[in-house]
């Protein structure tokens, strides 16, 4: 008897499986990729490095005041200033603000504050009734600067006022564009591509606006 239901199971598992369809078994996971380095987010701004000085006399009058506003450019690495490059990438974003704030650094040590506080001093020894109140107002020196941003490249238009007694105060315009891919500044030749017809063309800008501050300045009026 335990012959023929040994008999009859052998016959009937193909078929109960043969009916159910085979079951596969599970296959093994495969090993989770780890997750990609985060790309760095390499960004730049350019803020303000304010250098004030007031010069006095002994006596404790005010006889000169310098107000340079410098423009000063930072690095941030995915939204935190970098402060101490860990990679490549923050090496070279400080080795690009190092280039940039250097020029403004040698601009503002090469200026001729020094001698100027020395004029001043001397001015003041010689003829010290020009300080007074209802005379002149203590002399100056500053610079003002507009940052403009197009892609990668940074330009700075600046204005250096500067009144050391006389007549009249005197004003230099000074720009810079700097490239923040090529980590340079570019000179007029590297932004135009006819160096001469830029030259020419500014020359004219220059000569219309000078025209325009004439006729609305009615003291200046017949003057060319």
């Not at 090993?31 to 007031?54: G, H, L, N």
């Not at 923050?90 to 250097?102: G, L, S």
């Not at 330009?155 to 810079?176: E, Q, R």
Request: charged share 20%.
């Amino acid at each position: 008897m335990k012959k023929y239901l040994s008999l009859i199971l052998a016959l009937c598992l193909p078929a109960l499986l043969g009916g159910c369809g085979a079951v596969p078994l599970p296959m093994p996971e495969s090993p989770t990729p780890p997750p990609a380095a985060d790309t760095e987010e390499i960004t730049y701004e350019v803020s303000t490095d304010p250098y004030e000085q007031t010069v006095t006399a002994e006596d404790g009058t005010t006889l000169m005041v310098i107000d340079f506003q410098i423009p000063h450019l930072q690095a941030y690495a995915n939204g935190a200033l970098i402060e101490d490059p860990s990679t490549p990438a923050q090496e070279q974003a400080m080795d690009r603000v190092h280039t940039f704030n250097e020029n403004f650094d040698q601009w503002r040590e090469s200026n001729s504050s020094e001698e100027n506080i020395s004029f001043v001093k001397d001015l003041y020894r010689d003829m010290p009734e020009m300080f007074s109140e209802d005379h002149m107002a203590p002399l100056s020196e500053e610079l003002t600067y507009t940052c403009y941003r197009t892609g990668t490249l940074i330009s700075i238009a600046a204005d250096y006022y500067s009144y050391l007694g006389g007549a009249h105060p005197n004003t230099v315009y000074f720009a810079w564009n700097y490239d923040l891919d090529s980590g340079m500044f570019l000179t007029i030749s590297e932004l135009a591509a006819d160096p001469q017809t830029f030259t020419l063309a500014v020359a004219d800008m220059i000569e219309v606006q000078a025209e325009e501050q004439i006729a609305s300045t009615p003291e200046l009026e017949g003057r060319s």
